[in-house]
């Protein structure tokens, strides 16, 4: 006996179309739908110390809006968790907590909320899609401080995006938003982690509402991009012996602000999969300390970063950065006059620098102590005789890997180049790209290329790269184009062989 679903159905064709596939798309559509998560809602519980807090207890949620119908399933990844209260929250985790999603509602908010969100030792909070937050104040409202705090190896693990949305409601310049995701003061350094692996998303439903965002947590990852646009983010350290790791998919905004607490230097590591571009500050309010960033892309053929960074840090010092490694995809780096960092190492194959503007534009400098080259490329922007990226080393520049691991990428515009090496009868020559200190291993290195028809070699000096571009000769072009000629014959002989 056939048990297909597809016999429960008559076969039937209009013009030779069979439409027994039809019915059951929309068996599929039907069960799909059935099966989309249903919406339960939390209590309205204002208590640091009542069982009423717990979110991983089913028996604080309910299946309506007005709370009148007790939920008595499981939670788990068929709910939306839904929060509303009208101006404070005391939510607590004591173990794993699973939900679809989970959405937060304070519709007028005005008193500090230390527990917003508090997660015991060990406990988890696993959502497969969206964490969504919206604060509405009242008029009168000032300072508000909305806190998620964590314990001992706490979790909070979002499948989707996390979603901030903030409205002033009239408020006027009294009326500031601080989120703060930070470790208890009894907890472990570096055990908590707040992972996002979609985009960090803040809305400001009245312009000029810049949210400050303070995170205080050993790990705080987003795989997608983060735009800090309209934010105030305070780095504070986990401990005052170690910085927080932060991983990012990408930076952007042309506005942002970045604020470091005092203690050892946190990293700041870029996993692009897409081009991502971001205008900020860096600086300090305590002690001196600095932001080490890491180019590590998870596409390394289009992870990219551009981070410009401008002086005058908002209510602080500006900073400078610690090291800066270049492992994979491309990272644009652009520092204000007084910047500089501590060490650069191009280290990966597939990675590629380059000094920006810190403002607009494509022209910069990057200033550092030291740096090394291992393998990858530095990729250098050409506008004219005076216009052209520079990378300052007030130490030495090591050679530690092979040249056939290095290389250049020159980007100009061919045209300009042709007339700036005919104003120089033949040869265009630039004497100081890239600059460090006598006795750099780097001294000795030369490479040679051709961009856009214009042959360059690059040779490194003993202070100094000097980059010469030339037009080759009709000759010497006829007898590189011979050569492609004479490769791309032996290779069909040998396909046909």
């Given at each position: 006996m056939n048990?297909?679903?597809?016999?429960?159905?008559?076969?039937?064709?209009?013009?030779?179309i069979?439409?027994?596939?039809?019915?059951?798309?929309?068996?599929l559509?039907a069960a799909?739908h059935a099966?989309?998560a249903?919406?339960?809602?939390?209590n309205e519980?204002?208590?640091?110390s009542?069982?009423?807090r717990?979110?991983?207890?089913?028996?604080?949620?309910?299946?309506d809006a007005?709370?009148?119908q007790?939920?008595?399933?499981?939670?788990?990844?068929?709910?939306?968790?839904?929060i509303?209260t009208?101006?404070k929250?005391?939510?607590s985790?004591a173990?794993?907590?699973?939900?679809?999603s989970?959405?937060?509602?304070i519709?007028a908010?005005?008193d500090?909320n230390n527990?917003?969100?508090?997660?015991?030792?060990?406990a988890?909070?696993?959502?497969?899609?969206d964490?969504?937050?919206?604060?509405?104040?009242?008029p009168?409202?000032g300072w508000n401080i909305?806190?998620?705090r964590?314990f001992h190896?706490?979790?909070?693990?979002?499948?989707?995006d996390?979603?901030?949305?903030?409205?002033?409601?009239?408020s006027?310049?009294?009326?500031?938003?601080?989120?703060v995701i930070?470790?208890?003061?009894?907890?472990a350094?570096?055990t908590?982690?707040?992972?996002v692996?979609g985009?960090?998303?803040?809305t400001?439903?009245?312009?000029?509402?810049r949210?400050r965002?303070v995170?205080?947590?050993?790990?705080f990852?987003?795989?997608?991009?983060?735009?800090?646009g309209?934010?105030?983010w305070?780095i504070?350290?986990p401990s005052s012996?170690?910085g927080?790791?932060?991983?990012l998919g990408?930076?952007?905004?042309t506005?942002?602000?970045?604020?470091?607490?005092?203690g050892?230097a946190?990293t700041?590591?870029?996993?692009?999969s897409?081009?991502?571009?971001?205008?900020?500050?860096?600086g300090?309010?305590?002690?001196e300390?600095?932001?080490?960033v890491?180019?590590?892309?998870?596409?390394a053929?289009?992870?990219?970063q551009i981070?410009?960074i401008?002086?005058?840090?908002?209510?602080a010092?500006?900073?400078?950065?610690?090291?800066v490694?270049?492992?994979?995809g491309?990272?644009?780096l652009?520092?204000?006059?007084?910047?500089?960092?501590?060490?650069?190492s191009?280290?990966?194959?597939d990675g590629?620098?380059?000094?920006?503007?810190s403002?607009?534009?494509n022209i910069?400098?990057a200033?550092f102590?030291?740096?090394?080259?291992?393998a990858?490329?530095?990729?250098?922007?050409i506008?004219?005789e005076?216009?052209?990226?520079k990378?300052v080393f007030?130490g030495r520049f090591?050679?530690?890997g092979?040249d056939?691991d290095?290389g250049?990428e020159f980007a100009f515009?061919?045209?300009t180049?042709r007339?700036?090496i005919s104003a120089?009868?033949?040869e265009?020559?630039?004497?100081?790209v890239?600059t460090?200190?006598?006795?750099s291993?780097?001294?000795?290195?030369?490479f040679?290329?051709?961009?856009?028809?214009i042959?360059w070699?690059?040779v490194?000096?003993?202070?100094?790269l000097?980059?010469?571009?030339t037009v080759?000769?009709?000759a010497?072009?006829a007898?590189?184009?011979?050569?492609?000629?004479?490769?791309?014959a032996?290779?069909?002989r040998?396909?046909r062989?």
């Open positions: 048990t297909s679903i597809f016999s429960r159905f008559q076969t039937r064709s209009h013009g030779g069979t439409l027994r596939a039809s019915a059951f798309a929309a068996i559509c799909l099966h989309a249903q919406d339960i809602y939390f519980n204002t208590s640091v009542s069982p009423n717990y979110l991983n207890e089913s028996s604080n949620w309910y299946t007005g709370r009148t007790q939920f008595e399933g499981t939670l788990s990844s068929d709910y939306n968790g839904i509303n009208e101006s929250i005391s939510a985790c173990s794993e907590l699973s939900l679809n989970l959405t937060y509602n519709a908010a005005k500090y527990y917003f969100a508090s997660l015991a030792d060990n988890s909070i696993t959502l497969a899609e964490f969504n937050v919206n604060i509405t104040f009242t009168e409202t909305q806190t998620i964590m190896n706490g979790r909070i693990t979002v499948g989707g996390f979603n901030l949305t903030f409205d002033k409601n009239g006027g310049s009294n009326g500031f938003l601080e989120f930070r470790n208890d003061s009894a907890s350094a570096l908590n982690r707040f992972q692996a985009d960090f998303n803040y400001a439903v009245e312009s000029g509402s949210l965002f995170t205080g947590i050993g790990q990852f987003v795989g997608g991009a983060m735009d800090i309209n934010i105030l305070t504070n350290n012996s170690e927080a790791n932060i991983s990408g930076l952007t905004g506005s942002g602000m970045i604020s470091l607490g005092t050892m946190s700041m590591t870029f996993t692009n897409a081009q991502r571009e971001a205008k900020t500050t860096i300090y309010t305590g002690d300390t600095t932001l080490n890491t180019m590590r892309a998870s596409d053929k289009n992870g990219y981070l410009r401008s002086s005058g840090a908002y209510g010092t500006d900073a400078n950065l610690g090291d490694i270049i492992d994979t491309r990272l644009d652009g520092m204000h006059s007084g910047m500089k960092g501590n060490y650069l191009i280290a990966g194959v590629v620098f380059s000094a920006t503007a403002d607009s534009g910069g400098a200033t102590e030291n740096g090394e080259w291992y990858g490329k530095i990729a250098i922007d506008e004219g005076l216009a052209y990226d990378i007030n090591e050679k530690t092979s056939r290095m250049f515009d061919a045209y180049m007339e700036l120089g009868r033949g265009f020559i630039l004497e100081d890239i460090y200190e006598t006795g291993s780097m001294a000795g290195t030369v040679e290329g051709n961009t856009s028809g042959q070699e690059a490194f000096g003993d202070t100094s000097s980059v010469s571009f080759p000769e009709p010497a072009v007898a590189v184009l011979g050569a492609i000629s004479l490769a791309f032996a290779l069909r040998g396909k062989a």
